[in-house]
T-cell receptor
Framework: DADVTQTPRNRITKTGKRIMLECSQTKGHDRMYWYRQDPGLGLRLIYYSFDVKDINKGEISDGYSVSRQAQAKFSLSLESAIPNQTALYFC??????????????FGPGTRLTVL | GNSVTQMEGPVTLSEEAFLTINCTYTATGYPSLFWYVQYPGEGLQLLLKATKADDKGSNKGFEATYRKETTSFHLEKGSVQVSDSAVYFCALGENSGYALNFGKGTSLLVTP
């Protein structure tokens, strides 16, 4: 079974609709992240969370909100979807141990299309 | 701030050719460096990493050396295969930071 899962894998919605993307992990990591990927732009950080009570905005958080329901679950919401939020969304996790920066582990992605 | 610059793609090579994908970085401290690979329709997978200067990361025939003097972490492979066709991302993470900074990705297509 995959360590980091995302649901749904694909979603088509209309402008103005509320959308929730879900992420679950079995790696036991404290840190979780949401990124979006757009062609030619790489990955950009939307939100990150170091534990259930520690949630922080990334570089492109406008129009998004998140919820860390448990150590293993981190959801991303689009309150009122707009077409320029059409993108591939990735959840990632990492180990919180101190020392050098740890690698992140990614889910398979959710392809979201807003019409 | 921190940033990563990768050579633009797409890169098209014949099978068994030598591969180099350039990556340079800007960082305020001494970051860890990573190469991730994204196969079609999949998420990103860690390919290799290096945590300090002069470290060499290697995996699946790919190598990259952390060069502090040139702020580079170029990815190389001596003989590419069709199955190496993917998008490759260079990334850095400050050891006191909270997330990774990714380059824009380089698409590689290997033809038979």
């Amino acid at each position: 079974d995959a360590d980091v899962t995302q649901t749904p894998r694909n979603r088509i919605t209309k402008t103005g609709k509320r959308i929730m993307l879900e992420c679950s992990q079995t790696k036991g990591h404290d840190r979780m992240y949401w990124y979006r990927q757009d062609p030619g732009l790489g990955l950009r950080l939307i939100y990150y969370s170091f534990d259930v009570k520690d949630i922080n905005k990334g570089e492109i958080s406008d129009g998004y909100s998140v919820s860390r329901q448990a150590q293993a679950k981190f959801s991303l919401s689009l309150e009122s979807a707009i077409p320029n939020q059409t993108a591939l969304y990735f959840c990632a996790t990492s180990d919180a141990r101190t020392g050098f920066m740890r690698e992140q582990f990614f889910g398979p992605g959710t392809r979201l299309t807003v019409l | 701030g921190n940033s990563v610059t990768q050579m633009e793609g797409p890169v098209t090579l014949s099978e068994e050719a030598f591969l180099t994908i350039n990556c340079t970085y800007t960082a305020t401290g001494y970051p860890s460096l990573f190469w991730y690979v994204q196969y079609p329709g999949e998420g990103l997978q860690l390919l290799l990493k290096a945590t300090k200067a002069d470290d060499k990361g290697s995996n699946k025939g790919f190598e990259a050396t952390y060069r502090k003097e040139t702020t580079s972490f170029h990815l190389e492979k001596g003989s590419v295969q069709v199955s190496d066709s993917a998008v490759y991302f260079c990334a850095l993470g400050e050891n006191s930071g909270y997330a990774l900074n990714f380059g824009k990705g380089t698409s590689l297509l290997v033809t038979p």
